[in-house]
């Protein structure tokens, strides 16, 4: 007999009952026998549009075509070919009718390896992401039953890169040494490894849906194509972050394969993550979907260096806002210019950072302490020999407590606390033996400064209105070599007006005064300052840079000054001496009478003045 038909394969699923058969579309030819011994079938298939929809294994478009022979309750298929993956599949197919078993000893060639990805690609091992592009061949023998349930398959697949690779493709080497068991969903490695221009994997072991323990060795020469990988791997809600430089990992994949544990060794190096940066970085990781541990590690940056242990609670590779975390480092000379990039911020302040710190918390409510001790400081333009403290850090506050910086024999001491948010400040802050001539924000070449300066300053409230009061001494304060006397400053605020008085102790006459600014608005403010035949030698030799002083030179009088801080151009001093003597070489000059002038606006205004000396008299107003 003859026959001819053609099957649609979507039917077989109904009519069997058979949910997990691929579909497509069938057609057959062929001749028939009869005999004593049996029935004998031979003839040949076209096979098209078969669509494979598994988890781990979705294509369509492949075709196969053959002949095949019925003969003793098997079907053998000699001459078996496919083409899917780009590539093609020949080889012998049999299948014995007791138990539907079937048996494929193939050879496949030009498979294309992207192809290839894509089709095993899923949302728990994005492996589509490598971007990697080859011609793959295999050797293999793939055995089944009925609807390829218990299929197991045993095989040698070789990856070659490609010979004009794609743009964005990374070309690929391999050689796979598996076997294979769907049921079990499970496949055994043998001394395999995959390979591309900068990393290298050596694999071997079982890797499986319940029970992976595959050992791999993993060395990147650079990070960044693996960048797609990682960033699928910690979710598609993630942002992405940006990974650079080189590691090394040795350990295993455990477990689940959809939900894998990462453990082992790390080694990395010039690695950056996100906003992160480290010439070294070293430790053992355990990182699954529940889970990332970073434990016994070491980073090393620019001459400093850190040793850390950090625990994040992750929920299905998430680092969400209420999960839990814990952390412990310790730092030996850290860069703060390289902390404050971490944190965004850009402080005038520099040093090395040498501290214990201890975090734990979760990640919208993170705490923190520790210890730290800084040297070679230098914030804003003011050298410190080295500053100590306790710090405790909390999404809401900053806490400095027990602070104790040196500089050159002077110290301040005292705690601080900020709260960012609300913008509030709470202090108290004593300094003693502090040598004004190591101040260089406050030196010039003219009039170079020098004294001990001590003070003790606390206060509390928003940084807008803060209420404060403390005192202040200059003791022995110097102008060049001439020495002036001590002043004594007070100040209070309320948190609206700031209230500073000033007294001095003076060998030679006497400065008091006092200063009212308002803290809102343009900080309006007013004051007074009263000198009492005070030496002005000091300032003339200094500021005019006049030497050998012949006779000796005073003031007396009254200053008022007015205007608002935030606006320079309203600054108002309105003076009223009483009493000018200038006595220098030939030159001998005293007021007749109050001196009286006003400074407004970089215009000076004279009133009243009337110079006398023994050659000299000249009258302004």
């Known amino acids: 007999f003859r026959y001819q038909g053609w099957l649609a394969l979507d039917d077989l699923r109904h009519i069997l009952r058979k949910p997990h058969s691929p579909r497509g579309r069938v ?18 298939y076209v096979a098209r549009d078969i669509q494979m929809p598994y988890d781990w294994f979705h294509d369509k478009g492949i075709e196969s075509r053959g002949s095949y022979q019925v003969a ?26 007791d138990g539907l078993k079937w048996r494929a000893e193939t050879h496949a060639q030009g498979l294309d390896v992207a192809a290839m990805l894509h089709a095993v690609d899923h949302d728990n091992f994005p492996v589509d992401t490598l971007h990697w592009g080859g011609v793959a061949d295999l050797d293999a023998v793939t055995t089944w039953v009925e609807d390829f349930k218990r299929m197991e398959s045993r095989g040698v697949m070789r990856w070659a890169p490609p010979e004009a690779p794609q743009e964005g493709e990374i070309p690929v ?80 994949i455990l477990g689940d394969i959809s939900q894998p544990t990462f453990s082992g060794h790390v080694r990395g190096g010039e690695v950056a993550y996100g906003g992160l940066y480290w010439d070294e970085i070293e430790g053992d990781i355990t990182y699954s979907p529940d889970e990332f541990r970073f434990e016994h590690a070491r980073a090393a940056r620019h001459g400093s260096s850190a040793t850390l242990d950090v ?56 705490q923190l302490t520790g210890t730290f001790d800084i040297t070679e400081v ?30 050159n024999g002077g110290q301040i001491a ?27 924000r406050i030196q010039t070449a003219r009039w170079p400064l020098a004294g001990q300066l001590q003070f003790h300053v606390r206060g509390k409230g928003p940084l807008e209105s803060l209420r404060s009061e403390g005192t202040a001494r200059v003791a022995d304060l110097r102008v060049g070599k001439d020495r002036l006397g001590s002043f004594d400053v007070a100040l209070r605020s309320d948190g609206r007006r700031v209230h500073v008085g000033l007294t001095s102790a003076m060998e030679a006459g006497q400065v008091e005064g006092q200063l009212d600014v308002t803290l809102s608005g343009e900080a309006p403010f007013q004051g007074d300052l009263t000198l009492r035949g005070v030496d002005m030698d000091p300032f003339i030799a200094t500021g005019l840079r006049l030497t050998a002083l012949t006779g000796h030179s005073s003031v007396a009088g009254r200053f008022h000054l007015s205007g608002a801080l935030r606006r320079p151009d309203t600054i108002t001093v309105e003076a009223d001496i009483s009493q000018l003597k ?16 006003v400074y407004r606006r970089e215009d000076v205004r004279i009133e009243q003045a009337h110079i006398r000396g023994p050659e000299t008299d000249f009258v302004l107003s």
């Open 27 to 44: 057609e057959f030819l062929g001749e028939g026998h009869y005999a004593a011994n049996g029935v004998t079938v031979k003839g040949k």
């Open 72 to 97: 003793n309750r098997v079907v053998t298929i000699p001459d078996f070919h496919a083409r899917l993956l780009d590539g093609e599949i020949a080889g012998r197919v049999t299948m014995a009718f």
């Open 173 to 252: 080497t391999a050689r796979l040494d598996y076997d294979y068991v769907v049921e079990r969903k499970y496949a055994a490695l043998r001394s395999s490894f995959i390979s591309t221009p900068s990393s290298r994997i050596d694999l071997e072991g079982p890797l499986g849906v319940k029970d992976s323990s595959l050992q791999a060795n993993i060395e990147i020469g650079d990070l960044l194509p693996w960048n797609d990988f990682i960033n699928r791997i910690r979710g598609r809600e993630e942002a992405p972050v940006r990974i650079t430089g080189r590691a090394r990992w040795e350990g295993r």
């Open 311 to 366: 625990t994040l609670q992750l929920e299905e590779w998430s680092f969400r806002p209420e999960s839990r975390w814990s952390f412990h480092a310790t730092l030996q000379r850290a860069a703060t210019d390289e902390l404050q990039e971490l944190f965004g911020t850009a402080y005038p302040a520099h040093g090395r950072l040498t501290g214990t710190f201890t975090g734990q918390g979760t990640r919208s409510d993170p």
């Open 378 to 407: 230098e914030a804003w333009g003011v050298p410190f020999d080295r500053i100590r403290g306790r710090l405790e850090l909390r999404r809401d506050e900053i806490r400095i407590a027990d602070a104790d910086l040196r500089l």
């Open 414 to 440: 005292g705690n601080l606390l900020y709260r960012p948010e609300g913008r509030e400040t709470e202090f108290d802050i004593t300094g003693s033996s502090l040598a004004l001539e190591n101040i260089q």
């Open 582 to 597: 200038v006595d220098y070489q030939y030159l001998k000059l005293e007021n007749v009478g109050p001196l009286r002038f």
